[in-house]
């Protein structure tokens, strides 16, 4: 068997990103304890988001990484007038990135599982209502490329699609882009 090239090596990566999610909440007024501001099954209608990633990674095969992943959005907001509500999210997986080819540019498909963390407040004019803080299950299905400018540093293109449960966790489901640049030790 032959000798991995240096992109496909065994080693620790960390990685620090910028990503914008594209919202798919099912929340309703109801979720999210506004129905008697704005009555019931009422759809804030939300705005996408963008935030920052953080990862820490192990290639333990040319094929196969494992990667913790921690993610932050910030902006989840509803545009639906007064009341606002402020959403921001906290994600924290566990993948797996499975690489079908080394060389310079490594496309790869992913997988993953952990938590998310969703922080909401409700802004009425009159009250202030404090934070609300939910968490679930949630799992994160994608893909991406990795492109090798040196041995060391990547450039990674990565979409993926977060599925919850529990909670409003289940409702607050999102697709999210991402920009990383990564350094393999």
């Not at 991995?4 to 309703?28: C, H, I, K, M, Q």
């Not at 402020?86 to 079908?100: G, M, Q, R």
Request: hydrophobic share 40%.
């Amino acid at each position: 068997m032959s000798e991995p090239d240096a992109t496909s090596r065994s080693g620790f990566y960390l990685g620090l990103g910028a990503s914008y999610a594209v919202e798919n909440f099912s929340l309703t007024s109801d979720d999210l304890g506004m129905t008697a501001i704005l009555g019931p099954g009422v759809d804030p209608n939300y705005d996408d988001s963008q935030g920052v990633d953080v990862q820490i990674g192990w290639r333990a095969r040319p094929w196969l990484a494992v990667e913790f992943l921690y993610g932050f959005l910030e902006g989840f907001d509803s545009t639906a007038g007064v009341p606002s509500t402020e959403i921001d999210s906290h994600l924290v997986t566990l993948n797996a990135k499975l690489f079908p080819c080394g060389g310079r540019i490594q496309p790869y498909g992913l997988f993953g599982i952990g938590t998310h963390i969703i922080n909401s407040e409700v802004l009425d004019p009159a009250v202030r209502k404090p934070f609300e803080t939910d968490a679930g299950f949630v799992t994160r299905v994608g893909g991406g490329i990795d492109y090798y400018a040196t041995d060391h540093f990547v450039v990674e293109l990565e979409g993926a699609y977060m599925q919850g449960s529990g909670g409003i966790v289940k409702d607050a489901e999102f697709g999210a882009f991402g920009l990383h640049f990564l350094y393999r030790f």
